[in-house]
């Protein structure tokens, strides 16, 4: 295994097998490219500008650090622990935030997937191209925001979440949903959703609810799921 860390600060540094960065408080790691089994951890407050993650390549993004301008490829990872995730892409590959980290305007294509977990949140998300983008989220009102772009095939999967309805009016979308005896709801603001199109909620396979957008005019009663 090879440890490399910054301090000094790094640039342009490719992380293949067995190659770790560790960027620490005041180090600064910019165009970092982590390939298979490569990894960049960010700790005690270190930052990394513009790093491309790989397929099997990871950033793990540990407490009081900050990840900028990210793109995490299909087969790859981003971790996000008590951090501040801003900017990332998310192309086919997945990011994790949880234990109150933060992920600030991510955008998802590529059939990806930004995981919200915990008490962690995330503001702003926009769905670009093609494919079935995802967010999951364990607690709804922690998708913040706007979210931009939502076409069909897009949705965002309530995690252990049942009893769900939705309803839309103007750029807002009203969840509703219960937790053990307590009736709930949260909103979500829209921007630039696909036209003709109206959202349902369908059970996600796995005890939780997926919001999704599908074509056609709104029907005039609410989708229910329980």
């Known amino acids: 295994m090879t440890i490399i860390t910054a301090p000094p600060d790094r640039d342009g540094l490719v992380l293949d097998q ?71 892409h998310i192309v086919g590959g997945v990011e994790i935030v949880d234990f109150k ?27 670009a191209g093609q494919g079935r983008n995802s967010v999951q989220i364990e607690v709804p009102a922690n998708l913040k925001g706007t979210i931009s772009g939502w076409h069909v095939g897009d949705f965002v999967d309530l995690l252990d979440i049942r009893d769900v309805s939705v309803s839309e009016s103007g750029n807002v979308l009203t969840v509703k949903y219960r937790e053990g005896r307590e009736d709930l709801q949260t909103t979500y603001t829209l921007a630039n959703q696909q036209s003709d199109t109206h959202f349902v909620v369908r059970p996600d396979g796995h005890n939780g609810t997926d919001i999704v957008l599908v074509a056609g005019a709104q029907p005039h009663h609410h989708e229910f799921f329980f």
């Open 18 to 88: 067995g190659d770790v960065l560790v960027v620490e408080n005041h180090g600064l790691a910019t165009n970092t490219v982590v390939n298979m089994g490569g990894r960049l951890d960010l700790v005690g407050g270190g930052v990394s500008d513009h790093a491309i993650i790989n397929a099997a390549g990871a950033e793990r993004v540990n407490p009081f650090s900050t990840s900028n301008d990210s793109v995490i490829n299909r087969g790859g990872r981003e971790y996000v622990d008590r951090g501040v995730s801003n900017g990332t």
């Open 101 to 127: 980290g933060h992920a600030n305007d991510t955008t998802i294509s590529g059939s990806g997937r930004l995981d919200i977990l915990g008490t962690s949140d995330a503001t702003n998300v926009t769905f």
